[in-house]
């Protein structure tokens, strides 16, 4: 007889990749306090999930996903730059409407001694080459039901108009998705 045994939970992975150079446009004086950030409206945010826990909004600022009871939701945040020149960092994830369905968010790190990169002495970046890196999340076990609207809560930096080598904060800002858990 084959069976196949699977989880009750799941890990589901949020990816954010924030068009900054929009939110720089349009909201160039935001706050500098983290606990008092500039609301954004949803034209700068892409937010990918796998397509099975996808509600409605895919790849957008709005997206509604699903989640059942003891899944871990991690967020991993990215300028459209890949970080490299503005960067982002998701700093909170704050209830604020419905049913709270969220446990506190928490940093975790995965170290990886021999991640893949592009080799820079091929054209095409092939064969990789590999190097040590620190991957982290923003991670948060389910634990309960319902649906909750939430903000995500990030910090924008640029690089120092003095110092090309460096990035400084430009400013906090958020936005408001939702998750529905089942």
Not at 102 to 127: H, T, W
């Amino acid at each position: 007889m084959d069976t196949q045994l699977s989880a009750s939970s799941q890990e589901i992975d949020v990816l954010v990749v924030i068009d900054t150079d929009y939110v720089r446009a349009h909201y160039p004086n935001p706050s500098k306090d983290p606990n008092n950030p500039t609301g954004i409206d949803h034209n700068s945010q892409h937010m990918i999930v796998s397509n099975a826990n996808a509600i409605s909004g895919q790849g957008s600022a709005d997206l509604n996903f699903s989640a059942k009871v003891g899944d871990t939701v991690s967020f991993r945040s990215t300028s459209i730059y890949q970080n490299s020149d503005d960067a982002v960092i998701i700093y909170n994830i704050k209830y604020w409407s419905g049913d709270q369905v969220f446990n506190n968010f928490v940093y975790d790190a995965v170290e990886r001694k021999q991640a893949v990169v592009p080799n820079y002495s091929s054209p095409n970046g092939l064969p990789a080459n590999t190097a040590d890196i620190t991957f982290s999340s923003f991670d948060s076990k389910v634990k309960a039901t319902g649906k909750e609207n939430f903000y995500v809560q990030f910090a924008l930096y640029i690089l120092d108009p003095n110092n090309s080598n460096q990035q400084i904060l430009l400013g906090y800002y958020y936005w408001d998705p939702t998750i529905t858990v089942k």
